[in-house]
Antibody
Framework: VQLVESGGGLVKPGGSLRLSCVASGFPFSVYYMSWIRQAPGKGLEWVGRIKSKTDGGTTDYAAPVKGRFTISRDDSKNTLYLQMNSLRAEDTAVYYC??????????WGQGTLVTVSS | IVLTQSPGTLSLSPGESATLSCRASQSVSNTYLAWYQQKRGQAPRLLIYDAFNRATGIPDRFSGSGSGTDFTLTISRLEPEDFAVYYC?????????FGQGTRLEIK
C-alpha cells in the first residue's frame, strides 16, 4: 500500500489550492478515504472523508472546513483530491491522506505542507 | 466527542512499562477507539484499533484496553524506538476526533 500526496505550497489568505493523493497497492475504489491535517507542532485533526462509490460516494467534513473544502475521488486514476478554497492562516498544516478501514486509518501518506501566509 | 489524553508527557527509561490514558467526554460506541504512534517528521502509524486489536506488524508489547469513556494503551518493556508521540482517535460518533497526544520521552 502506498499513498503519495502532492500539491502543497505557499498560498495567500483567501486563495485556493488543490491537493492530490495517488494510491497504489490496493483496490482504491472500494475504500473510504480521508484527509487529516496537523498544524505545526500540534495534534491531528480530521478534515473529512469520501465514501466508496458503492456506498454512495458521499462526503463528510469537519466543521472548520465545511463549505470551503471539497473532497473528491477519481477511481479510474486511483486518486483522491482535496480542493481548498478561502484559505485562512489557521489552515496551515501538513495534510495527510489516509485509507480508512471501518473508521480507523490503517495507511497514511507522507503528507504535504500547506502554508497560508501573505 | 472530546478525547483527553494523560499525561501530556511521560518520562521513562528503556525496559520500563508505559501506561497512557485516553478519556472520552461521552461513551465511545462499540469500543471504536484507535491508537497511533507518530515519530518526529513521520506520518502516524496505526497501533491498535477497536480498543484492543493490534494492527498488522505491531509487536505484542503494545496492548490496548478499556471501554465506555476510559481507554488505556500499555507499552511493556520499552524499546528505544518506542519513544514518540501517541494519539488516540474515536470513530464511534461523527465527527472523528483525536486526542491531543501524549509524548513519551526517554528519562
Amino acid at each position: 500500500v502506498q499513498l503519495v500526496e502532492s500539491g502543497g505550497g505557499l498560498v495567500k489568505p483567501g486563495g485556493s489550492l488543490r491537493l492530490s493523493c495517488v494510491a497504489s497497492g490496493f483496490p482504491f475504489s472500494v475504500y473510504y478515504m480521508s484527509w487529516i491535517r496537523q498544524a505545526p507542532g500540534k495534534g491531528l485533526e480530521w478534515v473529512g472523508r469520501i465514501k466508496s462509490k458503492t456506498d454512495g460516494g458521499t462526503t463528510d467534513y469537519a466543521a472548520p472546513v465545511k463549505g470551503r473544502f471539497t473532497i473528491s475521488r477519481d477511481d479510474s486514476k486511483n486518486t483522491l483530491y482535496l480542493q481548498m478554497n478561502s484559505l485562512r492562516a489557521e489552515d496551515t498544516a501538513v495534510y495527510y491522506c489516509a485509507r480508512e478501514y471501518y473508521g480507523h486509518f490503517d495507511h497514511w501518506g507522507q503528507g504535504t505542507l500547506v502554508t497560508v501566509s501573505s | 466527542i472530546v478525547l483527553t489524553q494523560s499525561p501530556g508527557t511521560l518520562s521513562l527509561s528503556p525496559g520500563e512499562s508505559a501506561t497512557l490514558s485516553c478519556r472520552a467526554s461521552q461513551s465511545v460506541s462499540n469500543t471504536y477507539l484507535a491508537w497511533y504512534q507518530q515519530k518526529r517528521g513521520q506520518a502516524p502509524r496505526l497501533l491498535i484499533y477497536d480498543a484492543f486489536n493490534r494492527a498488522t506488524g505491531i509487536p505484542d508489547r503494545f496492548s490496548g484496553s478499556g471501554s465506555g469513556t476510559d481507554f488505556t494503551l500499555t507499552i511493556s518493556r520499552l524499546e528505544p524506538e518506542d519513544f514518540a508521540v501517541y494519539y488516540c482517535q474515536q470513530y464511534g460518533r461523527s465527527p472523528i476526533t483525536f486526542g491531543q497526544g501524549t509524548r513519551l520521552e526517554i528519562k
